[in-house]
């Protein structure tokens, strides 16, 4: 089991050692010079005899100078003390003060220093594969951190070629791919015309093979529109309804709603508002409610609302079922992944429903939320820039 997110140490960043390392080396070098300036000063209040000199012979009459020499030499010593010991307060005052400023001088140089790579983590964050056409190009002398920058500036760019290469083999091998269908589709619709009787055998044949070209056919159309949508270069940015597009897929999917008796409570009086590509935000709607429509259980409900709110237009659709798995939910964005099991050949869909809806989202510079509901089901929220309603349009 992993260990729970409050129990993990707090992260110690680079700017933080750095600044302890510049108050650790200060502190031991002013420690070394405050030793060094005490043992000075303790060295040269030291009296030591004249050598050879023979101590004075008492004379009648100097009795008095010589006390009054003592009482002086006394009082030296005490003065030399006392100046001692405030020049060790004083030191250690001084340790400690310079200690604090060498703590915020060290933190801000270690801001200095690391200022370069903190530009370089904030601008790489920024570049997803949306825009991996972004570059770093930091400028200032050929260092270390200029390097660093220009290595990430050479992986970006492979990163984007290959990216592009895989978005032009995928839209190129479906456009290629439809020919061969549909001469299959029209060689079973020959094949079955004849004007001698056809066999019921070959003609069950022939449905057969037609259900299956029309899922190929489905799968190649998701191919395409993902890879548009991944490709990001929308040039038919439009102001759109979403309420007007909700609408328009519960209509075409009023039989299938009714065969599997599911309640739909729909709240799309607001028009919500966006600007893309209509095609795009068409499929992205209806893959949502097809995805409502056939992971539900039968006699289940589904909620739907638009709504326009600080974040934008939003789509928000929840449906019945089982409690599922947080973990498996998240990953429910990528290609042929389903809950049950990742294969393509599932009844119920291409499994690329959502990985197109996540596209279609990030193209349009949106935000796609999936979230497991307690009670069961899934709660699916799209959010999308929101746009002004067209002159004339009443909202």
Do not use: C
């Not at 839209?171 to 015309?193: F, G, I, Q």
């Amino acid at each position: 089991m992993s260990k729970p997110r409050g129990s993990a140490p707090p992260r110690r960043t680079v700017r933080q050692r750095f600044t302890v390392l510049y108050a650790v080396l200060f502190l031991l070098s002013g420690l070394g010079l405050l030793a060094l300036t005490n043992l000075l000063v303790g060295a040269s209040s030291m009296t030591q005899p004249v050598p050879g000199q023979t101590p004075p012979v008492p004379r009648p009459g100097l009795d008095r100078a010589q006390e009054r020499v003592h009482q002086l030499e006394a009082q030296l010593s005490d003065i030399q003390a006392v100046q001692s010991h405030q020049l060790l307060v004083g030191s250690v005052i001084a340790l400690v003060v310079m200690a604090v400023i060498s703590f915020l001088l060290g933190r801000a140089v270690a801001g200095r220093v690391l200022r370069p790579l903190r530009t370089i983590t904030a601008a790489t964050r920024r570049i997803s594969a949306e825009n991996l056409h972004e570059r770093l190009a930091v400028p200032g002398p050929a260092d270390e951190v200029k390097d660093l920058a220009d290595t990430i500036d050479g992986l970006l760019e492979r990163l984007e070629a290959s990216f592009a290469a895989q978005r032009r083999f995928v839209a190129n091998a479906s456009h290629e791919l439809r020919t061969p269908l549909t001469t299959m589709r029209a060689s079973l619709d020959v094949a079955v015309a004849k004007p001698v009787p056809v066999p019921a055998q070959t003609l069950a044949l022939a449905d057969r093979l037609r259900t299956e070209l029309d899922r190929v056919d489905s799968l190649l159309e998701g191919f395409l529109d993902l890879a548009r949508a991944q490709h990001g270069e929308l040039h038919d940015r439009v102001p759109v309804a979403l309420g007007t597009l909700v609408s328009e897929s519960l209509a075409a999917r009023a039989a299938d709603i009714a065969e599997r008796e599911l309640t739909v409570e729909a709240h799309v009086q607001d028009a919500a508002w966006t600007r893309g590509s209509p095609p795009l935000l068409s499929r992205m709607v209806n893959n949502v409610i097809d995805n409502a429509v056939v992971h539900n259980r039968h006699g289940g409900s589904i909620r739907l609302a638009t709504v326009t709110g600080d974040d934008g237009a939003r789509l928000v659709v929840e449906t019945d079922g089982p409690v599922l798995d947080p973990e498996q939910v998240a990953r429910l964005t990528e290609p042929f992944r389903r809950l049950a099991a990742d294969r393509t050949g599932s009844e119920t869909g291409t499994g690329l429903g959502l990985s197109i809806v996540a596209a279609v989202v990030g193209a349009h510079d949106g935000d796609l939320v999936l979230h497991a509901r307690p009670e069961g089901g899934l709660r699916v929220t799209v959010a999308l820039p929101p746009a002004p309603a067209p002159e004339g349009v009443a909202t």
